[in-house]
């Protein structure tokens, strides 16, 4: 029953680095997200995809880059880290726009420090 | 706009006692989902209850209910008999068919539950 696994849980970054977030799931899902959860701001929608091969924009795009390559896999990469991006980093996954009733099914996070 | 407010940071209460957390929505479309979310200390999105736009009565689950009222665009949650267990924060969401059917989620309420 691992669902949606994020790696990795914890990171520290310096300013300029970069580095990949890694989400699979093993649901079949054809929907996969990637949220940031900063204080006081809910979660927030970086990027997504609808089905394998395919990426789109979020409400708060800027700085990242996604790829979609395999229909479990969703990457989120980080090529310039900057503080502001110091966040808990979602990913969720659900099935398409015709169970809109199943909720979205999220892994347990990633908290990423940017120094 | 697609918006979701949540007006209460913070609510307190005791065992025992039934606690209403208040959610409004915005949106154009005729057809979407309102969902709460619970997220304890340690981090994870645990999904709660689920309402449909075309659902005629309130979602029921367990201690949970959801209080919808859609001429207002409120889709508030009850939890009768509080448990200590319930003390979290707690996320109310919207899906419509837009950005791949992603969420958009209020800023929290953290209910604090005390003996």
């Known amino acids: 029953n691992a669902g949606v696994t994020q790696t990795p849980k914890f990171r520290v970054l310096k300013t300029g680095q970069s580095m990949t977030l890694l989400c699979a799931q093993d649901?079949?899902?054809?929907?996969m997200y990637w949220y940031r959860q900063d204080p006081g701001m809910g979660l927030r929608l970086i990027h997504y995809s609808v089905g394998e091969g395919t990426t789109a924009k979020g409400e708060v795009p800027d700085g990242y880059n996604v790829s979609r390559l395999k229909k479990q896999n969703f990457l989120l990469g980080l090529e310039s880290a900057a503080p502001s991006q110091t966040s808990v980093y979602f990913c969720?996954?659900?099935?398409?726009?015709?169970?809109?009733?199943?909720?979205?099914?999220f892994g347990d996070g990633t908290r990423l420090s940017i120094l | 706009a697609q918006k979701i407010t949540q007006t209460q940071p913070g609510m307190f209460v005791q065992e025992k006692e039934a606690v209403t957390l208040d959610c409004t929505y915005d949106t154009s479309d005729q057809s979407y989902g309102l969902f709460w979310y619970k997220q304890p200390s340690s981090g994870e999105m645990i999904f709660l209850i689920y309402q449909g736009s075309y659902d005629e009565q309130n979602a029921t689950e367990g201690r949970y209910s959801l209080n919808f009222q859609k001429a207002r665009k409120s889709a508030n949650l009850v939890i009768s008999a509080s448990q200590l267990g319930d003390s979290a924060m707690y996320f109310c969401?919207?899906?419509?068919?837009?950005?791949?059917?992603?969420?958009?989620f209020g800023k929290g309420t953290t209910l604090s539950v005390s003996s």
């Open positions: 969401a919207m899906r419509t068919n837009q950005a791949g059917t992603a969420l958009i």
């Open positions: 649901m079949n899902h054809e929907y």
């Open positions: 969720a996954s659900s099935y398409s726009s015709g169970y809109s009733n199943q909720p979205q099914h």
